[in-house]
């Protein structure tokens, strides 16, 4: 009876866990516990836990239909802008950082804090292109 049962079992996993196939030998690890060893054009199966991180790495399903690994809830990010008018962006938000003067906002050497600017553009600014801009915006209030 245990036979029977087992085997009715791993055809019902058969069915619901599909066969991946991938084009190199390749042992991934999941962060969920999982480890699945691919072996160069033979089918794996693949817990329906890792179907979107074995599509990812390359993986394809030896029958059905391809995993979206992209989110389609998940908006795309906007672009963040180059040269001039990035340059006018960050330039704007020194000011309005230096009108509202709320605590953060500065650094303890009197920079503007690296996450309030990305909070407010919406984007990312390095530490040197922050550097260079403010004293630009500086010189430009002094004179």
């Known amino acids: 009876m ?3 049962s087992a085997r009715f079992f791993f055809t019902f996993l058969e069915t ?3 066969d991946y196939v991938l084009n190199r030998t390749y042992t991934h690890r ?3 516990g999982h480890i699945v060893n691919f072996v160069k054009g033979m089918p794996t199966w693949v817990p329906p836990a890792l179907e ?3 599509t990812a790495l390359g993986a394809e399903p030896v029958d059905g239909p391809k995993q979206d690994v992209l989110d389609p809830d998940k908006p795309a990010l906007p672009l963040a802008p180059s040269g001039q008018e990035r340059a006018a962006q960050v330039l704007a938000v020194f000011a309005q950082l230096e009108a509202r003067n709320e605590r953060g ?3 303890g ?5 690296l996450s309030i ?4 553009l919406g984007y990312e600014v390095i530490g ?3 550097d260079e801009l403010w004293e630009e915006y500086l010189k430009a209030k002094a004179g």
Request: hydrophobic share 30%.
């Open 2 to 4: 245990k036979r029977a």
């Open 16 to 18: 619901i866990m599909p």
């Open 30 to 32: 999941s962060t969920l």
């Open 52 to 54: 979107k991180e074995v």
């Open 105 to 107: 906002d500065f650094t």
């Open 109 to 113: 050497s009197g920079r503007p804090n």
């Open 117 to 120: 600017l990305k909070e407010l």
């Open 128 to 130: 040197k292109e922050r």
